[in-house]
């Protein structure tokens, strides 16, 4: 399928670890930025982290930086979010999303949006 597949939530500890998997069966697989949304009750989806095709460029919000790592595999068409420290308040659906184009920490701009992995982190 098209879009992509979210997996590796799940329920954690404060100060934990979780990672999450984004897998994606697009044909142009590596060419895609690939990005990494997250939406908590009751609020707007917000920009967590981006990568480009080769992994060169990364960005991050400011609230998961030192925290969260992404990072890809073009040969396995696979991104990872490594997500350490977490907090209650990394408690999100998070979204895995695919863009052919260049504006990674602009939401409207992802045109394959997967169904998202709940992550919840208690206190």
């Known amino acids: 399928q098209v879009q992509p597949v979210e997996s590796g939530g799940g329920l954690v500890q404060a100060g934990g670890s979780l990672r999450l998997s984004c897998a994606s069966s697009l044909r142009t697989f590596s060419r895609y930025y690939i990005g990494w949304f997250r939406q908590a009750p009751g609020k707007e989806r917000e920009f967590v982290a981006a990568?480009?095709?080769?992994?060169?460029?990364?960005f991050y919000a400011d609230s998961v930086k030192g925290r969260f790592t992404i990072s890809r595999d073009n040969a396995k068409s696979t991104v990872w979010l490594q997500m350490n420290s977490l907090k209650p308040e990394d408690t999100a659906v998070y979204y895995c999303?695919?863009?052919?184009?260049?504006?990674?920490?602009?939401?409207?701009?992802?045109?394959?949006w997967g169904q998202g992995t709940q992550v919840t982190v208690s206190s």
């Open positions: 999303a695919a863009q052919y184009g260049s504006s990674p920490t602009t939401k409207s701009e992802y045109q394959y």
């Open positions: 990568i480009n095709w080769s992994g060169s460029s990364i």
